[in-house]
T-cell receptor
Framework: EAGVVQSPRYKIIEKKQPVAFWCNPI?????LYWYLQNLGQGPELLIR????????DSQLPKDRFSAERLKGVDSTLKIQPAELGDSAVYLC??????????????FGEGSRLTVL | SQQGEEDPQALSIQEGENATMNCSYK?????LQWYRQNSGRGLVHLIL?????REKHSGRLRVTLDTSKKSSSLLITASRAADTASYFC????????FGQGTELSVKP
């Protein structure tokens, strides 16, 4: 069974440029997460989807970040414009369990963003 | 914001020794999970313990949970060089919130 697939693995851009990350969750997993991980820190939740609905986006900086999961499968996370402080790893995870009682999450390898 | 605080931040041991990592949290939880992350990779789920459980085992892993003290510990017995990684606790109580992690180094 294929795991969570993310692309690109690495991205280097100049500040003020846009960037997009793509995630394909495990087949059949209705719940999808985007996390941000700074160096030496634990992951921080940006947004959680159940099917195509964003059920928790309270930590997503909506002035520059946006996300979509149009058909309830793949998801895209966009930053426009990027700032120096956005340099981090963006992790996608999926789960077969919905609702507040979170079960095991399956993570992708992450997309490492460097903003110059 | 991160709920869990992990202790120690870094731990260095010899192969064959046991490694103990602790996690404290602040609010009530449904379950607590432990994950491992090798350098430059994604997180891998290790074990989940529910709020009504006190101890759980999986291979060389032993997890305890004390909800009265809002704390958990992860014990890795007979450590191996391949156990070198960062270990994170994550609490579930509406959303999954990760701690800062413990960086474990196992020297051969």
């Amino acid at each position: 069974e294929a795991g969570v697939v993310q692309s690109p693995r690495y991205k280097i851009i100049e500040k003020k440029q846009p960037v997009a990350f793509w995630c394909n969750p495990i087949s059949g997993h209705n719940t999808l997460y985007w996390y941000l991980q700074n160096l030496g820190q634990g992951p921080e939740l940006l947004i959680r989807y159940e099917n195509e609905e964003a059920v928790d986006d309270s930590q997503l900086p909506k002035d520059r970040f946006s996300a979509e999961r149009l058909k309830g499968v793949d998801s895209t996370l966009k930053i426009q414009p990027a700032e120096l402080g956005d340099s981090a790893v963006y992790l996608c995870a999926s789960s077969s369990i919905s609702g507040a009682n979170t079960g095991e999450l399956f993570f992708g390898e992450g997309s490492r963003l460097t903003v110059l | 914001s991160q709920q869990g605080e992990e202790d120690p931040q870094a731990l260095s041991i010899q192969e064959g020794e046991n490694a103990t990592m602790n996690c404290s949290y602040k609010t009530s939880i449904n379950n607590l999970q432990w994950y491992r992350q090798n350098s430059g990779r994604g997180l891998v789920h290790l074990i989940l313990i529910r709020s009504n459980e006190r101890e759980k085992h999986s291979g060389r892993l032993r997890v305890t949970l004390d909800t009265s003290k809002k704390s958990s510990s992860l014990l890795i017995t007979a450590s191996r060089a391949a156990d070198t990684a960062s270990y994170f606790c994550a609490t579930s109580g509406g959303k999954l919130i990760f701690g800062q992690g413990t960086e474990l180094s196992v020297k051969p």
